[in-house]
């Protein structure tokens, strides 16, 4: 039981520090690509912006994540106001 426990904590820390790596990477590169592309046109669908931000990506160690990641991501910054929301 001890084992099974130890090994759930090691996982959520693990899950924890993927994350953060994340955020200082990939998120902190594509928030940028998508506050630029939104702001040059606030018409594009939130799909349209991932296609542009994988079409634009400049991190040379790093592939970007695939359009429905985008998208999601896209999702959570549009919430918190760092991402213009689309305008039809």
Same mark, same amino acid.
């Given at each position: 039981?001890?084992?099974?426990?130890?090994?759930?904590?090691?996982?959520?820390?693990?899950?924890?520090?993927?994350?953060?790596?994340?955020?200082?990477?990939?998120?902190?590169?594509?928030?940028?690509?998508?506050?630029?592309? #939104? &702001?040059?046109?606030?018409? @594009?669908? !939130?799909?349209?912006?991932?296609?542009? $931000?994988?079409?634009?990506? =400049?991190?040379?160690?790093?592939?970007?994540?695939?359009? #429905? &990641?985008?998208?999601?991501? @896209?999702? !959570?910054?549009?919430?918190?106001?760092? $991402?213009?929301?689309?305008? =039809?």
């Amino acid at each position: 039981m001890r084992e099974k426990q130890r090994q759930a904590a090691g996982g959520k820390r693990r899950a924890e520090l993927q994350n953060i790596a994340a955020e200082k990477g990939w998120r902190r590169h594509a928030t940028e690509l998508m506050a630029a592309i #939104r &702001t040059k046109d606030r018409s @594009l669908s !939130r799909d349209q912006v991932a296609i542009e $931000v994988i079409g634009q990506w =400049k991190l040379p160690d790093t592939e970007p994540p695939g359009a #429905r &990641t985008l998208v999601e991501h @896209l999702k !959570r910054r549009e919430a918190d106001g760092s $991402v213009p929301a689309r305008q =039809k």
